[in-house]
Protein backbone atom coordinates (compact mmCIF):
# COMPACT_ATOMS: atom_id res chain seq x y z
CA UNK A 1 0.00 0.00 0.00
CA UNK A 2 1.53 3.62 -0.63
CA UNK A 3 1.40 5.63 2.02
CA UNK A 4 2.67 9.27 2.51
CA UNK A 5 3.05 10.32 6.18
CA UNK A 6 3.92 14.14 7.37
CA UNK A 7 5.49 14.76 10.27
CA UNK A 8 3.55 16.41 13.45
CA UNK A 9 2.33 20.13 14.02
CA UNK A 10 4.25 23.16 14.26
CA UNK A 11 3.88 25.66 16.66
CA UNK A 12 6.42 27.99 15.59
CA UNK A 13 7.57 32.34 16.17
CA UNK A 14 8.09 34.49 13.06
CA UNK A 15 11.52 34.59 12.32
CA UNK A 16 12.11 30.73 13.40
CA UNK A 17 12.70 28.33 10.41
CA UNK A 18 10.91 24.92 10.18
CA UNK A 19 11.88 21.82 8.25
CA UNK A 20 8.58 19.45 7.60
CA UNK A 21 8.89 15.87 6.15
CA UNK A 22 7.10 13.21 4.33
CA UNK A 23 8.04 9.44 4.62
CA UNK A 24 6.92 7.78 1.94
CA UNK A 25 6.48 4.10 1.67
CA UNK A 26 4.89 1.11 -0.62
CA UNK A 27 6.75 2.44 -3.94
CA UNK A 28 9.95 3.21 -5.82
CA UNK A 29 10.10 6.57 -4.09
CA UNK A 30 13.10 7.88 -6.83
CA UNK A 31 10.64 7.72 -9.79
CA UNK A 32 7.90 9.24 -8.71
CA UNK A 33 7.51 13.15 -8.24
CA UNK A 34 6.41 14.48 -5.20
CA UNK A 35 4.56 18.10 -4.65
CA UNK A 36 3.52 19.88 -1.96
CA UNK A 37 0.53 22.22 -1.59
CA UNK A 38 -0.43 24.75 1.03
CA UNK A 39 -4.10 25.30 2.68
CA UNK A 40 -4.38 28.13 4.38
CA UNK A 41 -7.50 28.13 6.60
CA UNK A 42 -11.10 28.43 5.07
CA UNK A 43 -9.72 28.60 1.65
CA UNK A 44 -8.18 26.38 -1.44
CA UNK A 45 -5.45 24.68 -2.36
CA UNK A 46 -2.47 26.06 -3.70
CA UNK A 47 0.23 24.05 -5.44
CA UNK A 48 3.97 25.00 -4.15
CA UNK A 49 6.06 22.96 -5.94
CA UNK A 50 6.94 19.51 -7.15
CA UNK A 51 10.55 17.55 -7.01
CA UNK A 52 11.75 14.31 -8.58
CA UNK A 53 13.88 12.38 -6.41
CA UNK A 54 16.00 10.67 -8.77
CA UNK A 55 17.71 13.90 -9.73
CA UNK A 56 16.40 16.16 -7.54
CA UNK A 57 14.72 18.14 -10.77
CA UNK A 58 12.57 20.66 -8.57
CA UNK A 59 10.08 23.34 -9.83
CA UNK A 60 8.71 25.79 -7.86
CA UNK A 61 5.27 27.79 -8.53
CA UNK A 62 6.29 31.70 -8.84
CA UNK A 63 4.08 32.49 -5.88
CA UNK A 64 6.57 30.33 -3.47
CA UNK A 65 9.95 30.70 -5.37
CA UNK A 66 12.39 31.93 -3.13
CA UNK A 67 9.98 31.60 0.13
CA UNK A 68 10.75 28.11 0.65
CA UNK A 69 12.92 24.67 -0.48
CA UNK A 70 12.02 21.19 -0.90
CA UNK A 71 14.42 18.66 -1.23
CA UNK A 72 14.67 14.64 -0.23
CA UNK A 73 16.57 12.05 0.82
CA UNK A 74 16.30 9.03 -1.16
CA UNK A 75 17.89 6.92 1.37
CA UNK A 76 14.90 6.89 3.91
CA UNK A 77 12.16 7.62 0.49
CA UNK A 78 11.46 11.36 2.12
CA UNK A 79 10.83 14.76 1.06
CA UNK A 80 11.20 17.93 2.88
CA UNK A 81 9.56 21.53 2.43
CA UNK A 82 11.59 23.97 4.48
CA UNK A 83 11.68 27.55 5.63
CA UNK A 84 14.77 29.90 6.68
CA UNK A 85 12.62 31.97 8.36
CA UNK A 86 8.86 32.00 8.90
CA UNK A 87 6.23 35.14 8.83
CA UNK A 88 2.16 34.59 10.03
CA UNK A 89 0.90 34.24 6.51
CA UNK A 90 3.00 30.94 6.40
CA UNK A 91 0.28 29.99 9.08
CA UNK A 92 -1.45 27.01 7.02
CA UNK A 93 -1.86 22.94 6.60
CA UNK A 94 0.75 21.63 4.31
CA UNK A 95 0.18 18.82 2.06
CA UNK A 96 2.44 16.50 -0.13
CA UNK A 97 1.30 14.28 -2.61
CA UNK A 98 2.49 11.50 -5.34
CA UNK A 99 2.53 12.56 -9.12
CA UNK A 100 1.21 9.41 -10.40
CA UNK A 101 2.40 9.12 -14.32
CA UNK A 102 0.74 6.42 -15.06
CA UNK A 103 -2.73 8.73 -14.01
CA UNK A 104 -1.95 11.39 -16.12
CA UNK A 105 0.09 12.93 -13.71
CA UNK A 106 -2.89 12.71 -11.06
CA UNK A 107 -1.68 13.57 -6.85
CA UNK A 108 -2.79 10.18 -6.53
CA UNK A 109 -1.90 9.53 -3.07
CA UNK A 110 -1.67 12.48 -0.41
CA UNK A 111 -0.21 12.85 3.55
CA UNK A 112 -2.43 13.47 5.97
CA UNK A 113 -1.23 17.08 6.34
CA UNK A 114 0.89 19.05 8.59
CA UNK A 115 -0.42 22.17 10.49
CA UNK A 116 2.06 24.76 10.50
CA UNK A 117 1.07 27.63 12.99
CA UNK A 118 3.26 30.66 13.15
CA UNK A 119 2.60 33.36 16.19
CA UNK A 120 4.52 35.53 18.29
CA UNK B 1 -0.05 31.81 -16.30
CA UNK B 2 -2.99 29.30 -16.33
CA UNK B 3 -6.35 30.24 -14.93
CA UNK B 4 -9.05 28.02 -13.62
CA UNK B 5 -12.27 28.63 -12.42
CA UNK B 6 -14.94 27.21 -10.55
CA UNK B 7 -18.33 28.22 -9.18
CA UNK B 8 -17.84 28.65 -5.40
CA UNK B 9 -20.55 26.56 -4.53
CA UNK B 10 -23.46 24.05 -5.88
CA UNK B 11 -26.19 22.70 -3.87
CA UNK B 12 -28.74 18.99 -4.42
CA UNK B 13 -30.55 17.35 -3.15
CA UNK B 14 -30.07 13.43 -1.67
CA UNK B 15 -30.54 11.21 -5.08
CA UNK B 16 -30.55 13.91 -7.47
CA UNK B 17 -27.30 14.71 -10.00
CA UNK B 18 -24.72 17.56 -8.89
CA UNK B 19 -22.82 19.35 -11.53
CA UNK B 20 -19.59 21.18 -10.86
CA UNK B 21 -17.79 22.60 -13.73
CA UNK B 22 -14.12 24.36 -14.17
CA UNK B 23 -13.59 26.62 -16.49
CA UNK B 24 -10.04 27.35 -18.80
CA UNK B 25 -8.94 28.47 -21.97
CA UNK B 26 -9.32 25.22 -23.93
CA UNK B 27 -8.91 23.60 -20.88
CA UNK B 28 -10.51 20.39 -23.45
CA UNK B 29 -6.92 19.87 -24.63
CA UNK B 30 -5.76 19.23 -20.95
CA UNK B 31 -5.91 16.45 -18.69
CA UNK B 32 -8.22 17.49 -15.79
CA UNK B 33 -7.99 15.85 -12.35
CA UNK B 34 -10.83 16.14 -9.54
CA UNK B 35 -10.62 16.23 -6.00
CA UNK B 36 -12.52 15.38 -2.79
CA UNK B 37 -11.97 17.10 0.51
CA UNK B 38 -13.96 16.60 2.98
CA UNK B 39 -13.87 19.05 6.62
CA UNK B 40 -10.61 17.96 8.18
CA UNK B 41 -9.40 15.70 6.13
CA UNK B 42 -6.97 15.65 3.46
CA UNK B 43 -8.13 16.13 -0.13
CA UNK B 44 -8.32 12.65 -2.32
CA UNK B 45 -8.31 12.16 -6.14
CA UNK B 46 -11.74 11.01 -7.16
CA UNK B 47 -11.06 11.33 -11.03
CA UNK B 48 -8.10 11.66 -13.72
CA UNK B 49 -7.67 12.42 -16.72
CA UNK B 50 -10.67 13.87 -17.16
CA UNK B 51 -13.11 10.49 -16.80
CA UNK B 52 -11.28 8.15 -14.81
CA UNK B 53 -12.09 7.02 -11.57
CA UNK B 54 -9.18 5.06 -9.26
CA UNK B 55 -10.20 2.12 -7.15
CA UNK B 56 -12.57 2.57 -4.80
CA UNK B 57 -14.66 5.30 -6.30
CA UNK B 58 -18.26 4.60 -6.99
CA UNK B 59 -18.82 4.59 -10.74
CA UNK B 60 -22.10 7.72 -9.53
CA UNK B 61 -18.52 10.20 -10.30
CA UNK B 62 -18.21 10.95 -13.66
CA UNK B 63 -16.44 13.48 -15.71
CA UNK B 64 -16.34 15.29 -19.32
CA UNK B 65 -14.16 17.73 -20.41
CA UNK B 66 -14.34 19.45 -23.48
CA UNK B 67 -13.95 23.40 -25.43
CA UNK B 68 -13.24 25.24 -22.36
CA UNK B 69 -14.88 23.93 -19.47
CA UNK B 70 -14.84 20.09 -17.66
CA UNK B 71 -17.51 18.90 -15.47
CA UNK B 72 -17.26 16.59 -13.02
CA UNK B 73 -21.28 14.86 -12.48
CA UNK B 74 -22.25 12.97 -9.12
CA UNK B 75 -25.42 10.69 -10.04
CA UNK B 76 -27.71 9.41 -7.21
CA UNK B 77 -26.25 12.12 -4.26
CA UNK B 78 -25.91 10.80 -1.08
CA UNK B 79 -25.45 13.31 2.39
CA UNK B 80 -21.42 11.84 2.59
CA UNK B 81 -21.20 13.40 -0.81
CA UNK B 82 -20.92 16.72 0.76
CA UNK B 83 -17.33 18.05 0.52
CA UNK B 84 -14.97 20.34 -1.55
CA UNK B 85 -14.56 19.63 -4.35
CA UNK B 86 -11.30 20.88 -6.89
CA UNK B 87 -10.10 20.23 -10.79
CA UNK B 88 -6.31 20.17 -11.52
CA UNK B 89 -4.58 20.56 -14.52
CA UNK B 90 -0.38 20.80 -15.20
CA UNK B 91 0.63 23.89 -17.65
CA UNK B 92 2.57 21.87 -19.51
CA UNK B 93 4.62 24.83 -20.78
CA UNK B 94 6.40 25.48 -17.07
CA UNK B 95 5.54 22.00 -15.66
CA UNK B 96 3.52 24.00 -12.51
CA UNK B 97 0.34 22.56 -11.40
CA UNK B 98 -3.00 24.42 -11.39
CA UNK B 99 -6.03 24.32 -9.03
CA UNK B 100 -9.40 26.10 -9.21
CA UNK B 101 -10.38 27.91 -6.49
CA UNK B 102 -12.78 24.79 -5.48
CA UNK B 103 -16.49 24.43 -4.93
CA UNK B 104 -18.15 23.70 -2.22
CA UNK B 105 -20.81 21.06 -2.54
CA UNK B 106 -24.32 21.33 -0.11
CA UNK B 107 -26.71 18.13 0.09
CA UNK B 108 -29.93 19.71 0.96
Known amino acids: EVQLVQSGAELKKPGESLKISCQTS????????IGWVRQKPGKGLEWMGIMYPLDSDTRYSPSFEGQVSISADESISTTYLQWSSLQASDSAIYYC?????????????WGQGTVVTVSS | SYVLTQPPSASVAPGETATITCGGT??????VHWYQQKPGQAPVLVLFYDKDRPSGIPERFSGSNSGNTATLTISRVEAGDEADFYC???????????FGGGTRLTVL
Open chain 2, 88 to 98: HVWDRTTDHAV
Open chain 1, 97 to 109: ARRNWDMKDAFDV
Open chain 1, 26 to 33: GYSFSNYW
Open chain 2, 26 to 31: DIGSKS
